[in-house]
């Protein structure tokens, strides 16, 4: 199952081109400078004479912009692809670039360092701007493929295989891969907060979490709340579900159970909170809007909640592909049955824990909007998906801690949840590569005739997306023979041995 989603991450990520993905020029001028110790920009660019000509979503990007040095052999002015919404990628060979330093500014330069110091290092090794892209990629690919990982084992309960399992996948929609294949704070946002809150839940589990457990929390509680802007808010959100997940008393007896590795794991946790406090007072730009502008602005409707949806289960490129409808409508169903079984399988507070991280997920998305339309942008999926992805792992929590037969029923079968997992995964492949390479009105088969190709052609990278899907797809295949067979916990029990050798010693 992990191996299926870094083979996704890994063709999405060579498959979009250079500059496809929303604000991807100016995190590429972000991580570059990060890459070479430019952690805090400080220098305004000039105005250039504009003024109050500037419209208002070009006059907050102003007020965030910074100005980033960078050899000028990585100028993004020679981007090979600058995708045009709804056309085919047009892509041409820029003239050679210089080491001469040269200044650009980035309208991501107040935004935190921290996700782009590992894309920044990595991208030293690329000798032009699509290559140095493509090695930033993959770092930030790394990074979130890691933590889905780890969120994978944290989450996992041998003895209830189908509740540990559905809750990661329709978690993790083509979404999630899309953002953590593209160069930005993004990815390792949501990735982050995918286990962070994996931890959280497994944390407040009866049974003791391992040591790991909490070594995992700490890192990515640090990561997620470094992240970005509203990364304090997740880890809150994060602490208050603990808190009415296990209940005050048990949450203390949780950290009394984890012992000296607990107490360093929160304060791990407060201490990455307190340094992105500070960075948010001291260096980051924030709306203020006042409240006659918020009541304004606040549009809750079905269609923006429609397209919300969309965006956090997939819209790919510039924000211009959507999917086909029949994948949105699969991912809503998976999403229904997994919510609906929680319910009728939870205790009361589960319940109500639940439902108030149902409600309290779409009063924010109207917050949230309402405070970028004053800005002249809207609230995008991505934006709210380290929450959004929290709903079903909470869903799946309940599965896994009810005292009600789940494992049986028919409709939560491995084998169908994740194939149709795999196949809307492989039908958001198949979707940018199509837009990209003959646009959305060309042949369904673009493989033999693209206009553009991404490195080592689309074959190579076809391929590899169909074997990420098949081997998802195949992993629900196993878990249900296993699970009859009554092997799987003798199957998987070396894994948690091997965590406890590595992270356990001196406990």
Not at 257 to 270: I, P, S, Y
Request: glycine fraction near 10%; aromatic fraction near 8%; hydrophobic fraction near 50%.
């Amino acid at each position: 199952m992990i191996a299926s989603y870094v083979l996704l991450i890994g063709a999405w990520t060579m498959s979009s081109p250079p500059g496809a993905a929303p604000d991807e020029p100016a995190h590429y001028l972000r991580a570059v400078g990060a890459g070479r110790g430019q952690l805090i920009l400080d220098q305004r660019p000039s105005d250039g004479g504009k003024g109050e000509q500037l419209g208002r979503g070009e006059a907050w990007q102003r007020q965030q912009s910074r100005m980033v040095t960078i050899p000028g052999s990585l100028s993004p002015e020679i981007f090979a692809c600058r995708a045009t919404p709804f056309r085919v990628a047009e892509c041409r060979g820029g003239p050679p670039g210089t080491m001469t330093p040269q200044r650009f500014p980035t309208y991501v330069g107040t935004y935190p360092p921290y996700p782009y110091i590992l894309p920044g290092l990595a991208m030293r090794l690329g000798s032009d701007p699509l290559s140095a892209l493509r090695w930033g990629r993959a770092a930030a690919g790394l990074m979130s493929a890691l933590l889905i990982a780890a969120a994978i084992l944290a989450f996992w309960e041998p003895s209830k295989p189908r509740s540990s399992i559905v809750g990661i996948v329709v978690a993790v929609t083509p979404m999630t891969i899309f953002a953590s294949s593209t160069l930005s704070a993004s990815g390792p946002e949501i990735a982050s907060a995918a286990c962070f809150y994996a931890c959280v839940l497994r944390v407040a589990r009866t049974d003791p979490a391992p040591k790991w457990v909490w070594i995992l929390l700490a890192t990515s509680a640090a990561l997620l709340a470094t992240g970005r802007d509203l990364g304090l808010l997740w880890v809150g959100i994060g602490v208050a579900l603990l808190i009415s997940t296990a209940g005050l008393k048990g949450t203390v007896v949780r950290l009394r159970e984890g012992g000296r590795t607990a107490l360093v794991a929160l304060g791990v946790t407060a201490l990455a909170s307190a340094a992105a406090l500070l960075w948010q007072l001291a260096i980051q730009v924030h709306p203020n809007p006042t409240l006659d502008a918020l009541l304004a602005s606040a549009r809750p409707s079905i269609a923006m909640f429609t397209a919300i949806f969309y965006q956090t289960v997939g819209v790919f490129g510039v924000l211009d592909t959507l999917l086909p409808l029949m994948a949105y409508t699969v991912w809503a169903l998976m999403l229904l049955v997994l919510f609906g079984t929680a319910m009728w399988a939870g205790t009361a507070r589960r319940r109500i824990v639940l439902g108030s991280l149902a409600m309290g997920l779409a009063f924010l998305t109207v917050i949230l909007d309402a405070t970028q339309a004053p800005l002249g942008f809207g609230l995008q999926g991505r934006h709210i998906l380290p929450l959004a992805i929290l709903l079903p792992l909470a869903a799946g929590e309940m599965l896994i801690s009810s005292t009600r037969d789940v494992e049986g029923l028919p409709f939560l079968n491995l084998s169908v949840v994740l194939t149709l997992a795999a196949a809307v995964h492989l039908v958001a492949w198949h979707t940018i590569g199509r837009r990209y390479s003959v646009g959305l009105e060309g042949p369904q088969l673009f493989l033999a005739d693209p206009r553009w190709s991404p490195p080592l052609g689309w074959v190579l990278w076809g391929t590899v997306a169909l074997a990420g899907a098949l081997l998802l797809s195949v992993t629900g295949f196993r878990q249900e023979w296993a699970s009859k067979s009554g092997s799987l916990h003798r199957r998987r029990r070396p894994i948690e041995q091997w965590l406890s050798s590595a992270f356990l010693k001196g406990s």
